[in-house]
């Protein structure tokens, strides 16, 4: 509560939905699936985000609160540090501080159902934010990239960089896949795996862990609980001491940067070295510690979330919502939160590799060339 800046203003006046339709190809949800002259809202925000131990959140956080603020809204930001109970008292009391509209980066998708009839029966808005929130009908937007097209991306470097198709000789590799209670998780597990099953199936590949989920739906078994580099590094430790006696890894599936790092630690204590026995490695988010990795060889990419766009996407959200304006969406068949498919907006992600960190991240100012080395 303390953070909320209290500023009576209404974000906008007018009454009829006007189509702000930025993007074409966009399809459009009425806001608050309503009438067409649904009333206005007052621009009064919470946000919650997971933690503050990931780059991305603080930039994502701190990037929305900026933009919102100077177009006058009324904003409480709050960081959880991943604990669901913290996230789900955060949300009361940015309802009880009179928020209407509720940007939500879920910890757990499953649990925010009650808190949420709360805020339906305030009239407040919720738009999930990077992460769908399950089970509840009062989810009315959610802006993600692409989250499917993220795991795709890392399964396809990897086939491509294996050169599977004509791989003679089986070529060792070890799947991870991100936080059980994250619903992104299991869409950048099944884009890669999609990929990357029928060459286990066929031999090219092999997983001398035995942690080779047999079908997507089976990921959470090799799931990172919190996504946290510290587990990653000890299963990695675990697979590394019990399966590879007298045997290489010669690539690793890393859902995102953070279990990235922690495997990259792992191996650098089981002696690889870059140049010599390094495995290829995949990654997600372009964190600063990352990209200085893939500047020494010892990450081979990371798909890339401008977060700045979709924090762009969701401010438009708001404005729209808020003027009782049509809301952009551009998914409305994917995002089935087990109640309703929540009208969605996705962003493209890409990927980035050595040759492509000044061109894609530095010169488009989402990093500064000394934050990572350069
Ligand atoms: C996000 C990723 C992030 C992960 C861990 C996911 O939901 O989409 O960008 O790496 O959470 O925070």
Redesign the pocket.
Known sequence: MSRITRIATVFAVGALAVSMAACSGATTATAGGSSANAATIACNVGITM??RT?E??INDGAQLQTKLKAAGCTVDLQYADNKVDTQISQIQNQIAGGAKILVI?AIDGTALGPVLDTAAKQGAKVIAY??LINGSPNVDYYA??D?YK?GQLQGNFLKDQLKLDSATTPITIEPFA??PD????KY?FSGAWDVLLPYVTKGTLVVPSGKSPKSDADWATIGIAA?ASDKAQAEMDNRLSSFYTGKKVQAVLS????LAIGIEASLKSAGYKVGTDWPMITG??GDKANVKAILAGEQSMTVW?DTRKLGDQVFTMIQQITKGATVDVNDTTTYNNGIKVVPSYLITPEVVTKDLVQSKLIDSGFLKASDVGL
């Open positions: 997971p933690t990931l991305r959140w980066a990077d992460r993600t990239f989250n993220v991100g936080s994250d619903n992104n998780a950048f996504w859902p995102n940067d953070s997600q988010d979330k």
